[in-house]
């Protein structure tokens, strides 16, 4: 959780990196 946080933190500036974060979640929900 704590890593999905800090990537929408960083991606929230950027519109596009916004989606990416998503991803990033996501695979972290398919690992887990």
């Known amino acids: 959780m704590r890593v999905t946080f800090l990537g ?3 991606s929230v500036p950027c519109g596009k990196r916004a989606q990416s974060s998503i991803l990033i979640e996501s695979d972290l ?3 887990l």
Do not use: A
């Open 8 to 10: 929408t933190g960083v």
């Open 29 to 31: 929900k398919i690992l």
